[in-house]
């Protein structure tokens, strides 16, 4: 048996050539055989065809066509976000670019827990890394800047907004020997879940009937607690893309001596945008942010960063391996990377970040923010002026809540369930104001004013009169 070839060394990266082909031909058999933005016959057919596809996962012997194979069942059973129909939830199409240059990080293989392993990425980390961190806290040679004067601050690359979250409140409970979370009933269900993983007590859930975090409400609540507290505000929603005010937020903690930490997973994106970044003024007085560019970013997953103003924060996150980060070699001038991240093993996924903001710079990266910004307002526009739907609100971001007009909860969920079934459309689902409604996430820039009002005519085709 011949010993099968490595994606990159010596000889070069050849052997990927006929595989990408491969790979590029699966891709496009599979979208056909698909038909539309997810597999038809519900969750029963979709992994019937797939377990026909795979055989047996572990045969004595190999196939040649196995990448052929999965990589079409793969894509013929996916739903695609590059559909304009698939559109449910905060999971977007990746850019060609990005995608290319996952590839390339994949080929190389570095691992980003120690120099030795990974000598140039470790330093395009560092370096992408602590802009992106500028871009949220301003820089200090730059007074124009939305940032405090002293702000220079750093990020780490994390896996998405549940890690760096769970990060945020390990930096803010080191920092001030233990921490009370306090975040509206609007804050997402990862910070909840990290409280109990590091031991901390029950988060302080405030009311939030209007949807974001009330001042007022925050206020009374911070002056009647005690001990160190940290206050997680929300910049878009999951179910309604809201943006809590940041303003007011951020003058409470500094008036009530609270740590304020801002999940930005969804909203971050509108910093590249000069048309909608003021919607995140206050941004820049939070100790640490949350971002993800596999949302507004149009990343491959994972691209996910946690921003700290402060970077001696990180100073608890220093550990020792000697067989990784010994004394000797840092005092040589290696880098210490350990101090980087609670994983070890970390892949290489700064390249595709890099590689976009640098192909499309800030604004291109804007412009995208932009479009799809302004297709959840014609999506709004055609709701508003449609007698069969209800309209939620005017979007804050790019999602939009709708459902049929005098349709019941129970109705709502089955016609989203219909459609999916059936392959026509992938939609999200949220509960505010006590009723269930339909949720858009627009997040395709390449969406046209046709495939909205085709999605439109599918759920009202499907709704029972």
């Not at 975040?183 to 993983?197: E, F, I, M, Y």
Request: aromatic share 2%; glycine share 10%.
């Amino acid at each position: 048996m011949s010993t099968p070839p490595l994606a990159s060394g010596p000889e070069g990266p050849d052997a990927l050539r006929p595989l990408l082909d491969t790979v590029l031909h699966a891709l496009t058999e599979g979208t056909a055989a698909r038909g539309g933005p997810v597999p038809g016959g519900g969750p029963e057919h979709v992994a019937g065809r797939l377990r026909t596809a795979l055989g047996d996962p572990l045969p004595d012997h190999g196939s040649a066509d196995a990448l052929h194979t999965l990589v079409r069942a793969l894509a013929e059973g996916a739903a695609d976000p590059a559909d304009p129909l698939c559109a449910a939830h905060l999971h977007c199409p990746p850019l060609a670019v990005a995608t290319a240059a996952d590839l390339a990080a994949s080929a190389l293989n570095p691992s980003l827990d120690s120099w030795d392993q990974a000598p140039a990425a470790s330093e395009l980390e560092a370096v992408v890394a602590r802009a992106l961190a500028h871009l949220v806290f301003g820089t200090p040679d730059a007074p124009d800047t939305p940032g405090p004067s002293d702000a220079r601050g750093d990020a780490l690359i994390t896996t998405g907004g549940t890690e760096s979250n769970q990060l945020a409140l390990l930096l803010a409970r080191e920092k001030h020997h233990g921490v009370q979370l306090v975040c509206g009933a609007n804050a997402h269900h990862s910070l909840h879940r990290a409280t109990w993983l590091l031991g901390l007590p029950e988060p302080v859930v405030l009311p939030t009937p209007a949807g974001t975090l009330d001042p007022a409400t925050l206020d009374n609540a911070l002056t009647d607690l005690r001990g160190p507290l940290l206050v997680a505000a929300t910049a878009g929603t999951t179910d309604a893309g809201l943006i809590d005010p940041l303003p007011d937020i951020a003058d409470l903690c500094a008036t009530h001596g609270a740590r304020l930490h801002v999940d930005a997973a969804y909203g971050g994106g509108l910093l590249f945008s000069d048309r909608h970044r003021t919607r995140l003024d206050g941004l820049a007085h939070a100790d640490t942010v949350t971002l993800d560019l596999h949302k507004l970013g149009w990343q491959p997953v994972a691209a996910g960063l946690l921003a700290v103003r402060d970077p001696t924060d990180l100073t608890p996150l220093a550990h020792r391996a000697d067989y990784l980060n010994a004394d000797d070699d840092t005092e040589a001038g290696h880098p210490d990377l350990l101090g980087r991240s609670l994983r070890t093993t970390r892949r290489p996924d700064i390249l595709k970040i890099a590689v976009t903001l640098k192909t499309l710079g800030r604004h291109g990266i804007g412009h995208l923010v932009d479009q799809v910004c302004a297709h959840a307002h014609e999506l709004a526009d055609l709701l508003a002026a449609h007698p069969g739907f209800e309209l939620y609100d005017r979007p804050a971001i790019s999602t939009v809540l709708f459902r049929p007009r005098g349709a019941t909860d129970d109705t709502v969920a089955a016609v989203r369930r219909t459609l999916l079934d059936q392959g026509r459309t992938v939609l999200g689902r949220a509960t505010l104001d006590g009723r269930r409604w339909l949720k858009a996430t627009l997040l395709n820039p390449h969406t046209r004013p046709g495939d909205l009002a085709t999605l439109l005519k599918l759920v009202e085709g499907h709704t029972p009169k």
